[in-house]
């Protein structure tokens, strides 16, 4: 037996037991003929301590940070004055009788036992030492509390856990599919899955009417702090059900596993909130509104509809509109402040930023001289502005001026700390169109994915105008993120021909693509609909980390490789052969 007890479990009651515990060491240090080190293991620490002068205990002195030892030992009880109240093995130690070193280690890369800022690189690189660190460890059991807590809460609900293959075909997401190719069908491929969308779509063909996944997914796409190129999802699909029964399961299932493993968070609103797309875009000009805060964005073309500045006429003269956020305590920013402010705005896309500062002494901004003082009072009135606010204007095409306020309502939140962080700004975004105009392709896109049933009361508008078509489509957005997707599907094969149709795919492809699809949704295929919260992405939020590689065990890096394993690596010249595939890489490809 390696150890009777761990690192983390003793305390005074133990005292007078005789224990064996196994770990790392965390810190040694000498005290006068007294050797003590901190050991590890994934429950805690304890103090040992033993006198390295008997030749028996010799080992505890040598031992460095890392070293894998067991000791054997009494507990005892500190002795008065010594305890340390940051421990919770801290009213005893462990006085050691025999001591052995498992294994030593090399010197580290870098300490894992502090909370120090180790490059990245080096972090993912030794990523199974990284590991070792207290917040990681916190980090992957909340992950796993998470998952369970899904797995008993929907097998409770009724749900089946089902499995679908890695190797399969296309399924669009709006990414690039990775390509696996096939030795035994040499010259074609396998697309792994972007999400298992079809199959659980399937599976309710199937009659499998309530069905889950931990899904792996996979899309080809760069990285951002939220996305990696394989990640996890709650896969859900449910037959025989309408938009607000999947809401429903979703909901309960994430109020309940705030209330029972979230101890630190609580909902900002139960029942969620829900938003169309139209009214978050309105309001917090984004699609994925942090609600945890108001600073909601105003649309004042209609105040300033007769404005002296020559910029916000000719504005709305081209169909453009003036929005505008309030900024609290902010009216004494510098010149600089603004200018700055300025330079993020252009970032976004803007053409610049207006401003009206609301000052002790008067009305003052870039737009002061411009704007009369009728109109700063309808301002005031409609927005709630009130001195000491700095108004920010953005006058430019709709996209433009909600993209713009909605990242300098973010900045803000962060800056002037607007979001209580143990906030969890849980709602349902419905209504999205159906389709997306991309001017680069000249082509129709799916907003959502193509297996999403547009509003039947849309249908006639696939003649007339495709951008007004609304769909079933339904996201869950939490503190500013988008943490899930769903939809109600089209179980008729009809009108998924006319999706495909409208987004360019001619016959031979819908058939070669989704023949599989469109012909099962000919054999009674019941009404159904679901939805894919992001499991790592909530996890982040759950756990406050600014990325979703420090919830991951072994993610990529922002370029996608495994620092780690040094992955992605060349095929050997024996792999290609049997896949009968040879490489016509670019130049400069091949030197990477
Ligand atoms: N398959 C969708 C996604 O991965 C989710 C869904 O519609 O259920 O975003």
Redesign the pocket.
Known sequence: MYKTHTCGELRSSHAGQTVTLAGWVHRQRDHGGVTFIDLRDRYGIVQVVGDPAKAELASLQNARSEWVMQITGVVRKRPDGADNPNMVTGEIEVEVLKVETLNPSKPLPFLVNKDEDTEEAVRLKYRYLDLRHDRMQKNLILRHNVIKYIRDYLSDAGFLEIETPMLFKT?P?GARDFLVPSRLQPGNFYALP????QL?QLLMVAGLDKYFQIAR?FRDEDLRGDRQLEFT?L???MSFVHRDDVLAVVESLFTGMVKDILPGKRLLASPWPRLTYTESVERYGSDKPDLRFGMELYNLSDILAQSDFMVFQSVLKAGGVIKCIIVPGCAEYTRREVDELTGFAREQGAKGLATLALTAEGVKGTAQKFIKSEEVEAIKAKTGANTGDLVLFIADQKAVANKTLSALRILFRDRLKLADPNVLAFAFVVDFPMFEWKEEDKKWDAA??P??MPKMEDLPKFETDPSEILSD?YDMVLNGYET????I?IHRSDIQQKVFHLLGLKDEEIQSKFGHLIEAFEYGAPPHG???PGIDRLIMIFADEPNIREVIAFPKNQAGRDLMADAPSPASDKQLAELQMKLDLKKDEEKK
């Open positions: 399924t997401e972007q999400s298992p969308q659980k997914c999802q896969d859900l699909e959502h994915h297996f999403t489509a899930a997707s769903g939809s599907r679901g939805m894919a």
